[in-house]
């Protein structure tokens, strides 16, 4: 390969990813001394394109940033008026009483958004300040300092052939230098992951767990539509032995923000989290509310769900982890969006004191110390054995015990059960296909529920022919020759796109395993689930990817 040289250049701050963290950290930062240099670099083509969350959003991330939030013209309008818990079984559902639930459990206070927009909109406060916006600009490559130190990334990579040699129309990027790395990537974003496993960040914490999320947008009639209304359920279709449960936020003009989430704990291989999420929405509750409405958008993300056990040291040398790139979500809630921006804001404050003092590229632990003394840790002191109570007990077991313990730290400040750990990571919980009984799934009937192909349509995906594939096999032969006789290959299943395939065309006797790359929405569960640890998630050229407005 030819050598290609890089233009460099330099800023006192640098952070990767436009989410509710990165932004966070980029405002507080300007807002502390406007005379920093910081730039925000962002995979999407434009800022929110890949953002995707429910979302309630606790809004006291936002308080702490701009105590006036309320004053500006703000995407944030719909209170929550209504809060509803339901346990569903196949025909019906048994509302949970409001008063039976833990107070943090309460969304009081909070706001029906699109994380999307919020994002636009805190990028726009951002670039007033003075912050630097690059979206389009994927961060492929960490750059290391002299003493092991991270130091920068290179942003901007384009034109390589499949073969991932450059093309003739390669563009090389650049060299993006900082005092002080912050990636704010979401979960599992390919360079934390880089640096966790580099720096052994995980060394004294739990297995990192996940959820896969997938979530549509709708417009619904007027009549089945009541602004505010926030309903959650859990069981049916997901039965006892799988984690998970649904969302319904009825945002404003008629909006509703529909979403299902599976734990990636489950055992079974022939589980199907997309068309799980296709037969809830048939539940004569659910349904009632769709009909006659419209499907406008649709998405996939993956969720951190280990709490409080699973997080890694934040800080490493030259740059911190903000965010789900480091685990801040409180299960229980469904929310990280306001643990994100705190984690932003305490970034911010820790590399400022720092460069005031006239360091660079060091350790950052006062900000890890921030974070565990603070307000974060706080929330998720209460709910940390959640997850791993239903993981080991089943819904109705796990849910009532990890009810109990939230109640009792509510009340006398200490859980229970102390701090459980996880015990299996989500790649090793599958079983051998031979002790699992396979499911059907009803056909879709293209009204309120869709085959994946369709619903892609509904994100905006596009990745561009001719370029290396962003979703790597360690080795070609794995999901055929191991995945397939031991799991059924769960790729073809787990995927919300339809990235994976077992092909067996015509007269081939031997089935083949295709990636359709052009499908991916992001979500990570490819790089978290698969059983062998054989795929690996890469960011591909900038702006490529999703193109979410309403998410």
């Known amino acids: 390969m030819p050598e290609f040289e890089r233009e460099s250049v330099d800023y006192d701050v640098v952070i990767v990813g436009a989410g509710p963290a990165g932004l966070s950290a980029a405002i507080k930062l300007k807002q502390l001394d406007p005379g920093l240099q910081v730039v925000v670099l962002e995979k999407g083509a434009?800022?929110?394109?890949?953002?995707?969350?429910?979302?309630v959003l606790d809004p006291s991330g936002l308080n702490k940033l701009f105590p006036n939030w309320r004053e500006k013209d703000v995407p944030i309008r719909t209170g929550v008026s209504n809060d509803k818990f339901y346990l569903l079984g196949p025909a019906g559902g048994i509302r949970v009483p409001n008063f039976m639930m833990p107070p943090l459990m309460s969304n009081e206070g909070n706001y029906i958004v699109s994380m999307s927009q919020v994002c636009r909109w805190l990028s726009l406060e951002a670039e007033a300040l003075g912050v630097e916006i690059f979206p389009g600009m994927a961060c492929s490559e960490l750059i290391f300092g002299k003493d092991n130190q991270v130091k920068g990334v290179i942003a901007g990579e384009f034109g390589k052939n499949e073969d991932g040699k450059p093309g003739r129309m390669y563009e090389p990027g650049m060299e993006i230098i900082g005092k002080y790395i912050c990636l704010g990537e979401g979960v599992r974003g390919s360079l934390s992951k880089q640096v966790i496993s580099k720096y052994?960040?995980?060394?004294?914490?739990?297995?990192?767990?996940y959820g896969i999320g997938m979530k549509e947008v709708w417009e619904i009639k007027p009549e089945n539509h009541n602004e505010g209304e926030v309903l959650h359920t859990m069981g049916w279709p997901l039965g006892n032995s799988v984690g998970g449960g649904s969302f319904l936020y009825h945002?404003?003009?008629?909006?509703?923000?529909?979403?299902?989430?599976?734990?990636?704990?489950?055992?079974?291989?022939?589980?199907?989290?997309?068309?799980?999420?296709?037969?809830?929405?048939?539940?004569?509750?659910?349904?009632?509310?769709?009909?006659?409405?419209?499907?406008?958008?649709?998405?996939?993300?993956?969720?951190?769900?280990?709490?409080?056990?699973?997080?890694?040291k934040m800080y490493f040398p030259g740059g911190v982890l903000l965010g789900c790139s480091a685990g801040l979500v409180n299960v229980p809630r469904i929310k990280g969006n306001h643990n994100a921006m705190?984690?932003?804001?305490?970034?911010?404050?820790?590399?400022y004191t720092a460069l005031q003092s006239g360091r660079a590229n060091d350790e950052l632990n006062d900000y890890e110390h921030k974070i565990k003394s603070g307000i974060v840790f706080k929330d998720l002191m209460p709910v940390r054995n959640v997850k791993p109570l239903w993981s080991r007990f089943g819904l109705f077991l796990g849910i009532a015990l990890g009810a109990l313990d939230?109640?009792?730290?509510?009340?006398?400040?200490?859980?229970?059960?102390?701090?459980?750990?996880?015990k299996l990571a989500d790649h090793e919980t599958l079983k051998n296909v031979s002790n699992c009984n396979a499911i059907n799934y009803p056909k879709p009937d293209g009204k309120i529920s869709f085959e994946r192909l369709e619903n892609i349509s509904f994100s905006g995906t596009s990745h561009?022919?001719?370029?290396?594939?962003?979703?790597?096999?360690?080795?070609?032969?794995?999901?055929i020759d191991h995945n397939l006789p031991l799991?059924?290959?769960?790729?073809?299943?787990?995927?919300?796109?339809?990235?994976?395939e077992i092909i067996s065309?015509?007269?081939?006797?031997?089935?083949?395993?295709?990636?359709?790359?052009?499908?991916?929405?992001?979500?990570?569960?490819?790089?978290?689930?698969d059983p062998s640890q054989n795929i690996t998630w890469k960011t591909p050229q900038g702006g490529e990817g999703p193109n979410y407005s309403h998410m």
């Open 46 to 55: 434009e800022v929110g394109s890949h953002i995707i969350s429910g979302a």
């Open 406 to 422: 939230m109640w009792i730290a509510n009340i006398l400040g200490v859980n229970l059960f102390g701090t459980l750990k996880h």
């Open 200 to 209: 052994n960040l995980s060394l004294e914490s739990d297995v990192p767990k």
């Open 251 to 312: 945002a404003d003009k008629s909006q509703l923000y529909i979403g299902f989430v599976v734990h990636l704990n489950y055992a079974n291989p022939f589980l199907f989290p997309y068309k799980e999420f296709q037969k809830f929405k048939h539940h004569p509750m659910i349904k009632k509310i769709l009909m006659g409405g419209k499907r406008i958008e649709y998405g996939a993300r993956a969720i951190s769900e280990g709490g409080l056990q699973s997080i890694p």
């Open 464 to 479: 561009g022919d001719g370029q290396p594939s962003h979703l790597t096999l360690g080795d070609p032969s794995i999901p």
């Open 342 to 351: 705190l984690s932003g804001i305490s970034a911010a404050e820790s590399i």
């Open 505 to 529: 065309e015509g007269d081939e006797s031997i089935p083949r395993f295709q990636v359709n790359y052009q499908n991916c929405v992001h979500c990570k569960t490819c790089d978290i689930k």
């Open 487 to 500: 799991y059924d290959e769960p790729a073809q299943r787990y995927c919300p796109a339809g990235v994976y």
